[in-house]
């Protein structure tokens, strides 16, 4: 699918939250640059610090919420990326509680996007090779359970209507990091983009000519355009 079919007006706002630092651009990378040089405003909501992210070269993970910060924000401006909320729960044990659905309700209502991101909760495994990160199915499964149908009912949380954050309906809800996609989008003029934003992540990729070399093989066959796969849910469509 070209993302032009996706009849999104001018200045629709899109709101990616997930669960660490670097996931927007390992996900959907190449995806983000292609709608904020459409036009389209995105923004995201990280609910950890990604601070037991740690190796050789990066072993402190008192040290790395202050680094991995600093390099999402250089990855996201890379994508046209601006604004980014970290919720600051401990990476590595990420479980919905009350606290934190009303914490994303109360976010999402003020933010107001019409386009809500997230990742599939349903991934265990991935590819054959990789079991996925557990923080990822918690994330995806907490930003769901908070949106419906608490963001468009009163009657939830009601105490965040005297704050002024009223019921919000939001249009579409997308699942990146899936097994199971619906929509395989092409996002082929951004994937140099995407590598580029990656290599701001430099405590987590390692040697950036080998994240090339993987990121190339994974890629295939480089005739077929590159494309991010989602699951999309249209409210009401
Ligand atoms: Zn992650």
Known sequence: MDQKELNWAPGTKILVILAHPDDPEFFMGATIAAWTSAGFKVQYGLLTEGERGVSAA?????????????????????????????????????KGSLELYKRLVAFIRKVQ???????DPNMLFSHGRYVNHPD????????????????????FFPELL???????????????LTNEPDLLLDADAFWKTRYQALCEHRSQ???PEVLLQRLTAQ???????????????????
């Open 58 to 94: 990066f072993p402190d993970w008192n040290l790395l919420p202050e680094i991995r910060k600093i390099e999402q924000r250089k990855a996201a401006a890379v994508l046209g990326v601006h604004e980014i909320d970290y919720f600051g729960y401990p990476d590595g044990y990420l």
């Open 113 to 119: 996007p019409d386009i809500l991101v997230t990742c």
């Open 162 to 176: 005297e704050e002024g954050l009223m019921p919000w309906q939001v249009k579409e809800l997308w699942l990146c």
């Open 219 to 237: 890629r295939g066959n480089a005739q077929e355009p590159y494309r991010e796969g989602f699951k999309r849910i249209v409210f009401g469509g």
């Open 136 to 155: 990822h199915r918690a994330a995806g499964q907490i930003v769901v359970d908070s949106l419906f149908p608490a963001v468009g009912n009163a009657s």
């Open 205 to 207: 990729i390692g040697d």
